[in-house]
């Protein structure tokens, strides 16, 4: 009896499968297996795989035989059809037309079930076109909960295992799933990891101190002394040697200023060696000091002092620790005067590198804000050098005319301390005001002092505002704050780069700060 199964209801047929001659579809045909592996082609075992025999027995629609796989999918007579090949769609394995197919793996429809549709072909080669082998999946032993009265893997070695999942891929036990960021205990290390990070660049930064103070004050020289190199280039000079010359004339100033010093402070102890006998006697007959001794033994209390071993002590170890800064004094600075030839020949290369860090959209911006603001820190060294070399010459001539002793030596030191912004010209006035002192009569102490006032009223309010304010165009009221910050956080070096700095904060405030918030 011929099947009356509707033939609409089954899926349509996909590329590459046909119908039979009596109008059902076939399956697909197999993809070509890998002409190398010969056996893997004949024990391919799939729904559309058949052998010659099944096949001839499908199209003749015959009754199957105990030798015979298939039954007869045409006319649903004969045996039990072999469930292995699957041949047929619409008909019956069984016989009579209410079979059920589900020895033939088709649906009444005629479809075949899901599980015997044919699967895709996996991975391969781009080259050849032939199957790619995968590696196996994973797929072991999963990892078993303990069940009641089951023992403890402590002392049970096969437990311990079929608790793990032990398998052939992983010996010691599946791993569990990994911590998340937000677990607390990886959210809690990284935190620690980031507090222990930023401690120790602190403290690396805080031992490292007196470096980075010398690579800041070498740049900084540097960046001062580079409008010197650049005016002489304009003359026809190489960089190389306009950066000799400029950096042998502050050698010569510094040996200079140090062989000035050298003089008068070797006249000064040796006239003090020789006239300590003197002082001692003056001393002795001093009606006044002698009625102090009468009365409390001062000089008694004095020798036993002066014989003690802890005078002697404290009084090498004071000697000790002079020597020790003098060295270190000496050591830093050679180290500064070579960083500075060092920043100094090479500060073309250096703003390049550091231009090139910007984004590419915003570099031409950033190199025009960067060469204006190196041109301000040059500006402000050169004025400083002009305010200082204006104060040392009007101290040396007024010093000659007083006719106090050393007066080259101290007009010298007045030129360096009033590199120091605020403190600096008081400093070097206090130091002539005592040596004048010490070396004439009181009434070159009173000369001194007044000169002295008068000048830096001078300079404060008509030299420092004209030479600053064409350099470096900031408000005298934030040069006096940001001297006195800088002055408490890293002493008289902080004062020295606490006006450049300023300018330069408060340029990027004037060009991006305040455009930005008109945008907003």
């Known amino acids: 009896m011929p099947d009356e199964t509707p033939q609409h209801d ?6 590459g499968e046909g119908r039979s001659a009596t109008g059902r579809r076939v399956p697909a045909p197999a993809p070509p297996a890998d002409d190398t592996d010969e056996a893997d ?7 559309t795989k058949t052998d010659s025999t099944d096949t001839d027995s499908s199209e003749n629609g015959s009754g199957g ?19 292995e090949t699957g041949s047929g769609e619409g008909g019956s394995g069984t016989s009579g037309p209410g079979g059920s197919g589900d020895d033939d793996g088709v649906a009444p429809s005629g479809a075949l079930r899901p599980e015997e549709i044919e699967q ?12 790619v082998t995968l590696p196996a999946a994973r797929s072991g032993a999963e990892p078993v909960a303990p069940e009641p009265g089951a023992p403890d893997p402590a002392h049970d070695v096969e437990q311990r295992k079929r608790e793990a999942g032990v398998d052939h891929l992983f010996p010691f036990g599946k791993p569990g799933q990994p911590l998340g960021r937000a677990h607390p205990f990886v959210f809690g290390f990284t935190a620690a990891l980031g507090v222990i990070t930023a401690w120790m660049l602190v403290k690396a930064a805080t031992n490292a101190k007196s470096v980075l103070v010398m690579i800041v004050v070498a740049m900084f020289l540097a960046v001062g002394l580079n409008p010197a190199v650049e005016r002489l280039r304009r003359f026809g000079l190489p960089r190389g040697a306009a950066v000799a010359t400029v950096f042998l004339i502050v050698i010569l100033f510094f040996a200079g200023f140090v062989a000035s010093l050298v003089q008068p402070v070797s006249e000064q102890v040796t006239e003090l060696r020789h006239n300590i006998p003197e002082y001692v006697q003056q001393l002795q007959n001093n009606k006044t000091l002698a009625d102090w001794d009468k009365r409390y033994g001062l000089l008694e209390r004095a020798e036993k002092t002066v014989n003690g071993d802890g005078f002697q002590k404290g009084l090498t170890d004071t000697a000790t620790g002079i020597g020790k800064v003098a060295i270190n004094g000496i050591f830093q600075t050679i180290t500064i005067l070579i960083l500075t030839l060092y920043f100094l020949s090479s500060l073309p290369q250096i703003k390049t ?10 570099r031409a911006r950033v190199a025009l804000l960067g060469d204006e603001i190196l041109d301000r820190i040059g500006g402000y060294v050169a004025g400083q050098f002009t305010i200082a070399l204006i104060a040392g010459v009007c101290s040396y001539i007024f010093l000659s005319i007083l006719g106090v002793k050393y007066a080259l030596a101290l007009a010298l030191i007045v030129a360096v301390t009033d590199l120091v912004p605020l403190i600096g010209a008081t400093i070097g006035a206090v130091i002539v005001s005592l040596v004048a002192f010490l070396t004439g009569t009181t009434t070159d102490l009173i ?3 007044i000169f002295y006032v008068v000048y830096q009223q001078v300079e404060n309010y008509l030299v420092y505002p004209r030479v600053m304010k064409r350099t470096v165009d900031v408000q005298p009221a934030v040069t006096i704050v940001a001297a006195l910050v800088g002055a408490a956080l890293l002493g008289v070096v902080g004062a020295l780069l606490a006006i450049p700095t300023a300018a330069a904060i408060s340029l990027l405030i004037r060009e991006v700060v305040m455009p930005r918030q008109e945008t907003l």
């Open 10 to 15: 089954g899926r349509e047929p996909a590329p």
């Open 41 to 47: 082609r004949d024990t391919d075992t799939g729904p």
């Open 65 to 83: 035989t105990g030798s015979s796989a298939t039954g007869s999918a045409e006319t649903g007579s004969g045996t039990t059809g072999s469930a």
């Open 120 to 131: 895709p072909v996996g991975e391969r080669d781009p080259a050849t076109g032939a199957p």
């Open 353 to 362: 590198f550091f231009y090139q860090l910007a984004p590419r959209t915003r």
């Open 447 to 449: 000369v001194c002092a």
